[in-house]
């Protein structure tokens, strides 16, 4: 059986209902992983909160590569994540959730590669379909199972951050075709992807875009409403845990 990790986004710090069976700090050449590894249905699953347990570590400061290489060497080949976003569409409103299907790249400063010196190795990967082609049918499927509403398709556009976007920002992302703007997927899913590992996203629509709706967004908007998700997400991908290892 494929082995499965979970990378928790803003406001997912651990997978509730799974007995966590060890916790441990994995160091690699990049740097140090936190991660629990639960058992379901005789598997193991390993989970990672993106941003820490305690929310310490800002979109920009995550080391993605650390994390990645972790859930590599630790034999991982499927990774389903979840991210809270913005919405570009009024009809797309907080608490929905979208199957990413396409990114766009806004980041400025990370370290989006694992090829990052001079090597006669070095490989350009493939991105033309980023994310997983079977996770998403199955947490599809999921979703149908559980009764799950989530859009099939959307393209997020990733900033840099910490900040929001500006008014002006937003309108141009929509017109540039982007369905949700967030700050984490990228490089997670372009590092997946180096590493040969599937690699699918929930996202969670928490507010509208700056400058869609009267007033600031607000972090503590987006805790808030991702709270208010919480329990169908972790259903969510529960029901998608069960359509793979059951598969
Ligand atoms: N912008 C960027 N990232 C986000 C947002 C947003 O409006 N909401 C949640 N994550």
Redesign the pocket.
């Known amino acids: 059986m494929a082995k499965i990790g979970i990378i928790g986004g803003s406001g997912f710090y651990k997978l509730e209902g799974l007995p966590v069976i060890q916790e441990e700090a994995v160091t690699n050449e990049y740097g140090t992983a936190r991660i629990s590894i639960a058992e379901y249905k005789g598997e193991e699953i390993v989970f990672m909160a993106r941003h820490g347990a305690s929310h310490s570590i800002p979109p920009h400061l995550v080391n993605y590569r650390a994390n990645l290489k972790a859930m590599k060497d630790l034999g991982v080949d499927y990774i389903m994540t979840t991210a809270?976003?913005?919405s570009l569409h009024m009809l797309l409103a907080p608490g929905e959730f979208v199957l990413l299907s396409q990114f766009i790249d806004f980041t400025r400063q990370r370290v989006g590669t694992f090829f990052n010196e001079v090597d006669p190795n070095f490989k350009h990967v493939d991105v033309t379909e980023p994310f997983s082609g079977f996770l998403r049918e199955k947490i599809l499927t999921a979703a149908k199972e559980r009764d799950i509403h989530i859009h099939p398709y959307g393209t997020y556009v990733c900033?840099e951050?910490p900040r929001?976007?500006t008014a002006a920002e937003i309108s141009m992302m929509r017109l540039l075709g982007g369905d949700v703007?967030?700050?984490t997927v990228v490089p997670e899913v372009v590092l997946a992807r180096e590493l040969d590992i599937d690699y699918a996203t929930v996202a969670v629509v928490?507010?509208y875009?700056?400058g869609m709706a009267p007033g600031k967004?607000s972090h503590e908007e987006?805790y808030e409403v991702f709270g208010q998700a919480k329990v169908r997400l972790q259903k969510l991908i529960m029901a998608a845990l069960d359509v793979i290892v059951d598969g």
């Open positions: 809270a976003v913005g900033l951050g929001f976007e703007v967030g700050m928490t507010n875009g700056a967004v987006v």
